[in-house]
């Protein structure tokens, strides 16, 4: 963590991680400039690398909206990662969390 809103994620396939933006709520101990009324964990999320499996820590029982701007993402949609979802650049996935991590 640090203080201009910024943090990491570790990524699963490299001992890198990815660079995160904290906008909202908070992550890893770094707090979002912005305020909000209701709970929201808003970030901006930059994954480096092709192939890199990126572990997203999430409150269980809540939902989360994944935007991609730019490239594409494969998001392990099961358990036992056995199917991935592909989105597409400027596109939105919507998940539920049965968990801690989205993947």
Known sequence: ???DGGSCLSSASTSTAAMV???AGELN???GPAKTF???ELWHVQIPKLDWIIDIPFK???NCILFVRKGE???VTTETASFNEKVEQQNVAVMESNGDVIR
Do not use: L
Request: aromatic share 0%.
């Open 1 to 3: 963590a640090n203080g």
């Open 21 to 23: 933006r904290v906008i």
């Open 29 to 31: 101990g770094t707090k």
């Open 38 to 40: 209701s709970p929201v």
């Open 60 to 62: 269980n029982g809540h």
């Open 73 to 75: 993402i494969d998001v």
